[in-house]
């Protein structure tokens, strides 16, 4: 078994035992099921995006989710306001700059983004090529077998099922899974790592007797819940690079 298995595992005991607070400012397509993903995981999930409290809710999370599905003025405002908060007080702040590579708007503000203190980028491979260069971020990238890369240091994932592909807002919970496991682990690595880990084993046990998508989509959460650090020592596929 690989250390990194090992540390995996021992993150998910650790996120199981503090509970960390995950401030989300995310897509309204997939709110709910980042809360309750959040929520089934162990982890406690926010989600107001008020320019009132938004402030106040980012200093007191552990980590900050930014996902801009639906980014507009009021969004970029309000995700600004949160970035500052976090990002100055050190907290693990993950973006996922959804379809930045359609939009030139939405590019140029995860350009200014990603260069802040506590920056996770989570993105597929279009995104990440759109964006350029990420400075020192640590970058996930998604896809088929997921990519980690962190301080010199880069490893893969090999769990998941093709039926993540079909349910809307797998791909934005896995950034909100990440973020939990920042908050719970220093070194970005190993939480990328865990998160995207936790994630594709949960979705290889919630696919066994499933009929389709929609099963599936719900049997995640259980499976969530049910995932275990003895899961991830067991089924993780997990290559260190570096």
Known sequence: MSPLTTRA?????????????????????????????LSALGAIPSMTDSPD???AF?????????????????????????????SGQGKPIVLDPVFCDVS??????????????GIVLRANAAEIAAIGGTGDAPVIRTGA???????????????????????????????AVVAAFNAVEDDPLVAGIAGLATLGVAAEMAAIGCTGPGTFGVRLLDALHAVSPADIETRARIEDLS
């Open 9 to 37: 595992a021992q993150a998910l005991a650790r996120l199981r035992e503090t509970r960390p607070w995950v401030h989300c400012l995310t897509n309204t397509v997939v709110q709910k099921f980042t809360a309750d993903g």
């Open 58 to 86: 980012a200093s007191r999370a552990d980590a900050l989710l930014v996902n801009l599905g639906t980014l507009d003025e009021g969004l970029r405002r309000v995700i600004a306001m949160a970035v500052d908060v976090a």
């Open 104 to 117: 030139e708007v939405r590019l140029a503000f995860a350009k200014a983004i990603v260069g802040r203190r």
């Open 53 to 55: 409290e938004v402030a």
């Open 145 to 175: 077998v997921d990519l980690v890369q962190a301080g010199g240091r880069r490893a893969t994932i090999g769990n998941g099922h093709p039926w993540m592909a079909v349910v809307v807002g797998t791909g934005c919970l896995s950034g």
